[in-house]
Every structure is written in C-alpha cells, then in structure tokens.
C-alpha cells in the first residue's frame, strides 16, 4: 500500500522500545498515551532597546516522553528490564496515516549506540487506576529526529 495523506486515528501508532537485551521490541499492544513527541528547545532572550521584535537564541534540546497504560504482567517485565539501566535504548514511534505504518509515513525516533539513545529513569504503577506510566529521556550527545524510515 503507498503512503496516504490526511489525517489519522491512534490506532495507527506503532510505539517500539528495546528490552534489556538490546532488541527493539514492540510494546503497542500494552500503550494507549504517548505523551507529546518531538524535539523542543530551549530559548534565551537577547533583545537589545534598539531591537524592534524580541530576539532569542536558541539553546538545548529536550525530547522527554512519557508512555503508559494498562497493567499486564508482560510490560512489567519489559519495563522493570529496562529502568534505571545505564545503557541507551533505541525508540521508534511510527505514525500510520489511515493504516499500520509503512515507511515514508511519520516517524520519530533514535536508534541507540554506546553513546546515544534513551534511558528510562522512571516506571510506576497506578494501582486504583490499574495502569503504568514510564518516563524516558534522551542520552548522549545525539537528539532523537523524525523521519520516514524505521529505527533499528
């Protein structure tokens, strides 16, 4: 099927994490929040009087992300593997329009090196609402981008 435009529903979204053997695994079946995704930057005032606008520079990036949903004995396993690992993880959020993801539709993500890729420091469990929320950040000196092509 080729790539369609238009809008989507996010049943189309395809969320993939490694586990703590390195291997990118998809966890869809167990997410239903995905927090906001991309690259946000942080940005310095510079105005000077004479400036007609204000001016800014822009800093360092953040590309924070949240996961949750409902507790299943498998994503526990999955997540409790993976946090507070000191070794990166590779993610890949893939965003089908109007049908599972195929490449050249939207995808954010970053494949993990020794030096580059997520870390999870945060799983918790929400036991009165029987769900779980995971907090990963970004690693190393490499941001996460969008693209077209799956991360490996």
């Known amino acids: 099927m080729t790539a369609q435009t238009g809008r ?3 049943k189309h979204i395809t969320v993939k994490l490694d586990n703590s053997a390195g291997t990118l ?3 869809s079946a167990y997410v ?3 927090g906001s995704v991309g690259v946000t930057y942080e940005t310095q005032d510079v105005t000077a009087f004479s400036d007609g606008v204000k001016n800014i520079v822009i800093g360092q990036p953040t590309a924070s992300l949240t996961i949750g949903g409902p507790i299943d004995t498998t994503i526990h396993t999955h997540m409790t593997g993976i946090n507070g690992l000191s070794t990166p993880l590779s993610l890949d959020i893939q965003f089908g329009i109007r049908h599972a993801w195929e490449a050249g539709e939207p995808q ?3 494949t993990s090196s020794s030096t580059s890729g997520y870390l999870c420091h945060s799983y918790t469990i929400d036991p009165s609402a029987n769900t779980w929320s ?3 950040d970004v ?3 490499t941001a996460p981008a969008w693209g077209t092509a799956a991360e490996t």
């Open 8 to 10: 989507t529903h996010s």
């Open 25 to 27: 695994t998809d966890i």
């Open 32 to 34: 239903n929040t995905v």
């Open 108 to 110: 954010f993500g970053i």
């Open 134 to 136: 995971a907090t990963l």
């Open 139 to 141: 690693f190393g000196a």
